[in-house]
């Protein structure tokens, strides 16, 4: 089944458009939000917790997102959700300095939360519509989308920032999410209604319950995790301002930096999602972590950087997808919408000390190519653990 095949279900065509839309303002705007920091003069630990910010919700918030995800309506949960990125992403034209850097750190978080929420809840629906090779391409059709989101929206974002400034940015962004939710009222959802009469604390402890029981789920997640490594934003912005910024404007070298490696994330699953399977995933670990390690050795010249970051993205969005795919897989519906939150929560969790540890590193000395390479280390460690896994729970079954 191809992904052409897939799109022609009439759900998920339409989802995905909203998500091509949506997706490609968030990266457009994201642009401005680091090239407005690093203009107002912000150090390293205020760009990495700027960073850190956009994924803490799915990390503290994770027990209230599932059992939201459970009881509310799908296309009522997105509605509400997607107001709340436009009145947030509005609110950002009123930062104009870093004393203001605590209103755009709530702004940004509250943006995060309605996000997370809304990113789990499809990952959560997506199982009770298609099921199989369907299932794998949706998720890789989703990754593909937000890869092609993530080039195109950095890089115009960019070269918008540059021009237009700020503000303009962050309008334009509140326009693509009103699109999207314009888009929403058309969508047709016909599902079968879960009834969940426990309570809340009820539901979050029978969640919390099934997934430590299933230790094979427990470590799916933690696999699943490990792809939080590649949370590179604060590193990027780092290098735009103290490596490249004499050369390129920080908002260009960012835009390009991010949409570059954002076309190997784009262009990697046409040719990986084919070959990639149980008995295999761990070399695609050990390819992630030597890609990486490339891009540590490449990072003292501009151009040579951008090619070894396309080969890093590479990898990533097939690994992700495959990885999230397994736990979809191994996931009772009933608890569905508990477990994908709970998984974002620790994949969100990674992404979080990730940008933290290049911050810190950074602040204490340690070079960023020691830093890029320590990421690298990081994805040999998780093929070492993959191959414990494998032995421990796939190979017992063949």
Same mark, same amino acid.
């Given at each position: 089944?191809?992904?052409?095949?897939?799109?022609?279900?009439?759900?998920?065509?339409?989802?995905?458009?909203?998500?091509?839309?949506?997706?490609?303002?968030?990266?457009?705007?994201?642009?401005?939000?680091?090239?407005?920091?690093?203009?107002?003069?912000?150090?390293?630990?205020?760009?990495?917790?700027?960073?850190?910010?956009?994924?803490?919700?799915?990390?503290?918030?994770?027990?209230?997102?599932?059992?939201?995800?459970?009881?509310?309506?799908?296309?009522?949960?997105?509605?509400?959700?997607?107001?709340?990125?436009?009145?947030?992403?509005?609110?950002?034209?009123?930062?104009?300095?870093?004393?203001?850097?605590?209103?755009?750190?709530? @702004? /940004?978080? =509250?943006?995060?939360?309605?996000?997370?929420?809304? !990113?789990? %809840?499809?990952?959560? +629906?997506?199982?009770? #519509?298609?099921?199989?090779?369907?299932?794998?391409?949706?998720?890789?059709?989703?990754?593909?989308?937000?890869?092609?989101?993530?080039?195109?929206?950095?890089?115009?974002?960019?070269?918008?920032?540059?021009?237009?400034?700020?503000?303009?940015?962050?309008?334009?962004?509140?326009?693509?999410?009103?699109?999207?939710?314009?888009?929403?009222?058309?969508?047709?959802?016909?599902?079968?209604?879960?009834?969940?009469?426990?309570?809340?604390?009820?539901?979050?402890?029978?969640?919390?319950?099934?997934?430590?029981?299933?230790?094979?789920?427990?470590? @799916? /997640?933690? =696999?699943?995790?490990?792809?939080?490594?590649?949370? !590179?934003? %604060?590193?990027?912005? +780092?290098?735009?301002? #103290?490596?490249?910024?004499?050369?390129?404007?920080?908002?260009?070298?960012?835009?390009?930096?991010?949409?570059?490696?954002?076309?190997?994330?784009?262009?990697?699953?046409?040719?990986?999602?084919?070959?990639?399977?149980?008995?295999?995933?761990?070399?695609?670990?050990?390819?992630?972590?030597?890609?990486?390690?490339?891009?540590?050795?490449?990072?003292?010249?501009?151009?040579?950087?951008?090619?070894?970051?396309?080969?890093?993205?590479?990898?990533?969005?097939?690994?992700?997808?495959?990885?999230?795919?397994?736990?979809?897989?191994?996931?009772?519906?009933?608890?569905?919408?508990?477990?994908?939150?709970?998984?974002?929560?620790?994949?969100?969790?990674?992404?979080?000390?990730?940008?933290?540890?290049?911050?810190?590193?950074?602040?204490?000395?340690?070079?960023?190519?020691?830093?890029?390479?320590?990421?690298?280390?990081?994805?040999?460690?998780?093929?070492?653990?993959?191959?414990?896994?494998?032995?421990?729970?796939?190979?017992?079954?063949?």
């Amino acid at each position: 089944m191809t992904y052409i095949e897939t799109l022609k279900h009439p759900t998920i065509r339409r989802l995905s458009l909203i998500q091509l839309i949506s997706y490609f303002g968030t990266w457009f705007s994201q642009v401005a939000i680091f090239s407005m920091i690093v203009a107002y003069g912000a150090d390293e630990i205020t760009i990495a917790l700027t960073a850190a910010m956009a994924m803490l919700p799915a990390v503290i918030l994770a027990p209230l997102i599932g059992i939201i995800i459970d009881r509310i309506h799908f296309k009522k949960l997105m509605l509400i959700l997607l107001l709340i990125e436009i009145s947030m992403t509005l609110g950002f034209i009123f930062i104009n300095s870093l004393e203001y850097i605590w209103v755009l750190m709530i @702004l /940004i978080f =509250l943006r995060s939360s309605a996000a997370s929420m809304l !990113f789990s %809840a499809e990952m959560a +629906l997506f199982p009770k #519509l298609v099921q199989g090779k369907m299932l794998k391409n949706t998720n890789e059709i989703h990754s593909i989308i937000w890869s092609l989101c993530y080039a195109s929206g950095m890089a115009v974002g960019g070269i918008a920032t540059h021009f237009m400034g700020f503000d303009t940015a962050f309008l334009i962004d509140a326009l693509l999410y009103g699109i999207a939710v314009f888009l929403l009222l058309g969508l047709q959802l016909s599902l079968e209604k879960v009834q969940h009469t426990d309570s809340n604390w009820q539901m979050f402890k029978d969640g919390f319950s099934y997934m430590l029981a299933n230790k094979k789920i427990l470590h @799916l /997640i933690l =696999l699943h995790a490990a792809i939080g490594l590649t949370s !590179f934003d %604060a590193l990027i912005t +780092l290098l735009a301002d #103290l490596r490249y910024k004499e050369f390129i404007a920080v908002p260009l070298a960012i835009g390009w930096m991010n949409a570059t490696r954002a076309l190997g994330l784009m262009i990697g699953p046409f040719f990986i999602s084919k070959i990639i399977s149980k008995e295999n995933l761990h070399y695609f670990f050990i390819l992630q972590g030597l890609a990486i390690m490339l891009w540590s050795m490449l990072e003292y010249n501009f151009y040579l950087a951008l090619i070894a970051l396309f080969i890093t993205g590479f990898f990533i969005t097939t690994l992700w997808s495959y990885t999230y795919l397994l736990i979809q897989e191994e996931t009772d519906s009933h608890y569905m919408g508990r477990v994908i939150s709970y998984n974002d929560m620790f994949f969100m969790l990674s992404n979080v000390a990730t940008a933290m540890f290049i911050g810190y590193a950074a602040k204490w000395g340690l070079s960023l190519e020691g830093i890029t390479f320590t990421l690298g280390l990081g994805f040999i460690v998780v093929a070492g653990y993959y191959l414990w896994f494998k032995k421990q729970y796939l190979d017992e079954k063949n």
